[in-house]
């Protein structure tokens, strides 16, 4: 595996902190709310990534840091939409 699936991954989370870096520009509470939340999950897609680098070739450690980097990115998720639904009608 050596460092082509990290790579592969810290490339993917990439995106998620461009997209909170572009949504902070916006002067509103809610932009900035979804701007912390796409960086978090970039962020942790990137700590993801270093957590596999440093797994090395151990499938055990792999998979439990692959575990944790999915379920922490799909909570942040959740908790974005659940923020979403709830400024909803707040302009």
């Not at 460092?3 to 902070?24: E, K, Q, T």
């Not at 932009?31 to 055990?60: F, N």
């Not at 980097?69 to 974005?80: C, E, G, K, T, Y």
Request: proline share 4%.
């Amino acid at each position: 595996m050596h460092a082509l699936v990290p790579l592969i991954l810290a490339a993917s989370g990439l995106p998620a902190l461009l997209i909170g870096a572009w949504m902070s520009r916006e002067p509103d509470a809610r932009s900035r709310g979804m701007a912390v939340h796409w960086v978090l999950v970039g962020l942790a897609i990137q700590a993801g990534a270093v957590g596999v680098y440093w797994a090395g070739d151990d499938d055990g450690r792999v998979h439990a840091i692959v575990i944790a980097m999915v379920v922490l990115v799909n909570a942040l998720i959740v908790s974005m939409l659940l923020q979403l639904r709830r400024n909803r009608n707040n302009p």
